[in-house]
């Protein structure tokens, strides 16, 4: 439902705003280089292949794809967005993603960079009278930082949840965490400047009626191909017909065990604490990871305003569903671990299993 509500209401906010086009079919419909289907492309073409991967399981099986139909591994990349930043806060993300997702790679011989926006989520959401940090980006050449340009914006003040809501002023977190960090990674890395890059997500049809009309192959939004940089970047969102079903098959068929949040129940890898998680979920953190809301419910009273849309307090929310039941002893015991201690593969003690979340339609956002 936060997929159907993000693709109909929130993304074309966002596009309007960012001057982007996020995959409306209509908006896209005559552009030149833009195509419905485009189950393979010619891989070759590019001299950068950038897969977003999130830790969930559709940006892994875009990966396992990309092996499949023969990547070169030297022009492949992946990136990462660090919800919570890197300068210490533990508000929104399930604390072993980083890791997890440096261990993937290091598990497919992969590089991995991450990008971020200073003080993630949390410093985002207490900004006051301030301009927008910096970005920060890491590069094969190092760590860029990207401040902002304060002759162009305005000081703001947040200093309440993002809300499920049309208003990115009010829904900000993928757009200012995520979206806007990759749009910068891109735009400001000289290395990109007159080559071909092929910028791949894992988005699926079967999300939503929107997504079901989304190109598959497109210029990105940062495409500058007629410019003075020319720089071809094509967004290609290879699992995009793809069937849940056919995403759990690549990753049992490669052996890549299900990540830690389908094994706890959730149906999306999301934040562990996003925006759109529902009464169960709320639940679930409440019961098996005491304390986990109680950062949250402190910003609530000082903000005088709730995460749920629906003015609920967390604290009154997590008590109106049952919590699931957690069965996966190891999952749960890594669930608050920054440190990814479980395997990556299925191995001879750790077999491969569909998790509890699989086809699960457990209320959580968005990856
Ligand atoms: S997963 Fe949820 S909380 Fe995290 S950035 Fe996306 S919408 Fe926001």
Redesign the pocket.
């Known amino acids: 439902m936060?997929d159907r509500f993000d693709d109909l209401v929130v993304l074309p906010a966002l596009g309007a705003q960012l001057g982007l086009d996020l995959g409306d079919s209509a908006a896209a419909c005559g552009r030149a280089g833009a195509y419905f289907s485009a189950a393979t492309v010619d891989l070759d073409d590019y001299d950068h292949i950038v897969l977003c991967m999130s830790g969930g399981k559709d940006s892994i099986a875009s990966l396992l794809h990309l092996l499949d139909l023969g990547v070169d591994r030297s022009r492949l990349e992946l990136w990462h967005h660090d919800?919570d930043g890197r300068e210490g806060s533990t508000l929104?993300?399930w604390p072993f993603m980083a890791d997890y997702n440096r261990r993937l790679a290091s598990a497919f011989e992969v590089p991995i960079y991450f990008s971020w926006l200073e003080g993630g989520?949390e410093a985002e959401m207490l900004k006051q009278d301030s301009y927008g940090r910096p970005h920060h980006v890491e590069t094969p050449e190092g760590l860029l930082t990207l401040k902002r340009d304060t002759a162009r914006a305005v000081p703001a003040t947040r200093r309440k949840f993002?809300q499920v809501s049309a208003s990115l002023q009010t829904r900000w977190?993928?757009s200012a965490?995520?979206i806007d960090v990759g749009r910068r990674a891109l735009n400001n890395q000289d290395r990109f400047n007159g080559k071909n890059v092929l910028f791949i997500t894992g988005e699926r049809r079967q999300e939503s009626s929107n997504r079901a009309r989304y190109y598959q192959l497109e210029p990105h939004a940062c495409d500058r191909r007629h410019g003075k940089k020319a720089r071809r970047v094509d967004a290609w969102r290879p699992v995009l017909d793809w069937d849940e079903e056919r995403v759990w098959d690549a990753l049992q068929r490669h052996r890549v065990l299900a990540p830690v949040p389908y094994r706890l129940g959730w149906g999306r890898s999301?934040?562990m604490?996003?925006?759109?998680n529902d009464a169960s979920i709320w639940a679930t953190l409440r019961h098996h990871f005491p304390g986990s809301l109680d950062a949250i419910a402190d910003y609530e009273q000082q903000f005088g305003c709730t995460i749920s849309r629906e003015r609920i307090p967390i604290m009154d929310l997590s008590k109106r569903a049952r919590p699931i039941e957690i069965h996966d002893v190891e999952a749960l015991g890594q669930a608050l671990d920054r440190t990814y201690r479980l395997p990556i593969f299925a191995t001879d003690d750790t077999l491969w299993a569909t998790p509890a979340g699989a086809f699960a339609r457990t209320g959580c956002?968005?990856?």
Do not use: A, Q, T, Y
Request: proline letters at 11%; one cysteine or more; a positive charge.
């Open positions: 936060s919800v929104m993300d989520f993002p977190c993928s965490l995520k999301s934040c604490k996003c925006i759109f956002g968005p990856s």
